[in-house]
């Protein structure tokens, strides 16, 4: 079964940098995505990067409030994903989460890791 774990999540301020890392736990499947999400105070979980994996390359999409500042990546092997942070501002305060898309059985299966909270100072 596979697990999610977050990383590098903390209090950073306006301007500054972060970088979130996202483990993968257990058996590693063929992922179709591997992405980012995030949960701000009084609004519903958001996409904030998203990385396709098909076997001619990778295709990214970001959501708008991110482009140009945000950047996500992963290792070969798929047993990481991270989100580079620059430029941050306050309304990218929210938990994070670090989700995967991979076939098991036939069936599409969606795995979420617990999240981890970016706080961002002005």
């Known amino acids: 079964q596979v697990q999610l774990v977050e990383s590098g999540g903390g209090l950073v301020q306006a301007g500054g940098s972060l970088n979130l890392t996202c483990v993968v736990h257990g058996p590693i499947p063929q992922f179709n995505s591997m992405a980012w999400y995030r949960q701000s105070p009084g609004k519903k979980r958001e996409l904030v990067a998203l990385l396709s994996i098909f076997t001619d390359g990778d295709t990214f999409n970001y959501g708008d409030s991110v482009k140009g500042r945000f950047t996500i990546s992963r290792d070969s092997a798929e047993k990481w994903v991270a989100l580079q942070m620059r430029n941050v501002r306050v309304e990218d305060t929210g938990v994070y989460y670090c989700?995967?898309?991979?076939?098991?059985?036939?069936?599409?299966?969606?795995?979420w890791g617990q999240g981890t909270q970016v706080t961002v100072s002005s």
């Open positions: 989700h995967t898309n991979h076939w098991e059985r036939l069936q599409s299966t969606d795995t």
